[in-house]
């Protein structure tokens, strides 16, 4: 299979349209467009049924105690620990692309929802833990929102998205389900897979 995604190169830097987070004018960030890329894939094998997007950022500080605290640092050698920011499943087999801004246009305050979309069914992503609490933020986040790494990691952070033909129509999966929950669907269904990795951070001095 092959993976297109406009905007991103393998291994190169995400342009901040598609970030929910980016550097703020005085502040080391503001929300940003959070514009979802747009995916195409193609030579799927021939018995594919449904496909599954998933993006996650295998970097993540599995300590968040310090992440954006100012006089300090989150050295790169820490635990890291995955944090998915789009899982859409049941993408049916006659779709071979997701158009920019489809699932994401701006920051949703609480979050999408999850459940059925035009382009497949939306899984929830790692947003829905990290901003649990919070007055103004927090909620259920469905669908796509963007790269948002602490400011104050020294580690710039991987951005993987992975497009899988499945030889199923559907997961079967329902309600609030995560990209933990879709992988093990997904176990013994996957025909075949593509991956583009870009990179993002918001640390001034690795921006530089």
């Keep these: 299979m092959k993976l297109t995604i406009q905007g991103i190169e393998d291994q190169r830097p995400i342009p901040e349209t598609f ?42 500080p599995g300590d968040p105690s310090d992440v954006n605290q100012e006089g300090k ?29 489809e699932d994401s246009d701006g920051v949703t305050p609480k979050g999408k929802a999850p459940g059925q979309t035009p382009i497949g069914l939306r899984g929830i992503n790692t947003f829905t833990d990290f901003l649990a ?18 400011w104050n990691d020294e580690l710039v952070h991987r951005y993987r998205f992975t497009v899988y033909a499945l030889d199923i129509e559907s997961l079967g999966l329902s309600g609030e389900f995560t990209g933990n929950d879709a992988l093990k669907a997904m176990e013994g269904h996957v025909l075949d897979q593509a991956t583009v990795t870009g990179t993002y951070t918001l640390n001034p001095d690795l921006r530089k």
């Design 19 to 60: 970030a929910f987070g980016v550097p703020g004018d005085g502040e080391p960030m503001t929300l940003g467009a959070n514009r979802n890329p747009a995916l195409t894939w193609s030579e799927a094998p021939d018995t594919t049924r449904s496909f599954a997007v998933l993006v996650v950022d295998p970097d993540v």
């Design 73 to 101: 640092t989150l050295p790169s050698s820490m635990a890291r620990v995955d944090f998915y920011h789009w899982v859409v499943v049941d993408i049916p087999g006659d779709i071979q692309a997701i158009g920019e801004g």
């Design 133 to 150: 609490g919070d007055p103004d933020m927090g909620g259920t986040y469905g669908g796509y929102d963007g790269p948002c790494p602490p």
